[in-house]
């Protein structure tokens, strides 16, 4: 369908960002929305709590939970950008063509779930790994 995330490449159904997300959280900037976001993202994935407890920790170590910036910019070190801290050099070309938006924090986290899925934790390995590496992976 149009305007839908393939979240694993056809190894779970295609959704909409907002289809994973409660009416009641749309929009919300505080970390219990992004968690309940990040929560059903990974639970619309066929991932488990161990992955969004994985997750959590990788975007805590990330962004601290922050997409804005006090001045509502978008949170952006190195290239990366916002809770997941997807980097733009080696994913915009993917997240483009997918329709999403790295600025949206819904969009960031259903990259982030792809990206799991996709390639487990490397991505955010070699940066953060050092802080969730306490994790089980």
């Known amino acids: 369908p149009e305007n839908t ?49 994985l997750l959590s920790e990788i975007i805590r170590c990330e962004s601290d939970w922050k997409q804005f910036n006090p001045d509502g910019s978008v949170v952006i070190s190195k290239g990366n950008i916002g809770l997941g801290q997807i980097n733009r050099l080696a994913h915009e070309k993917t997240y483009t063509a997918m329709g999403l938006d790295m600025a949206n924090p819904h969009d960031n986290l259903a990259f982030t ?3 799991y899925r996709r390639d487990g934790v490397r991505p955010w390995k070699a940066w953060s790994g050092h802080c969730w590496l306490k994790m089980p992976v």
């Open 5 to 53: 995330v393939p979240i694993a490449r056809g190894l779970a159904p295609s959704i909409t960002p907002q289809e994973a997300i409660p009416r009641a959280y749309e929009g919300t900037s505080t970390t219990n929305g992004w968690k309940l976001s990040l929560f059903y993202l990974t639970q619309s994935a066929g991932l488990d709590s161990a992955d969004f407890a």
């Open 113 to 115: 779930v792809f990206l």
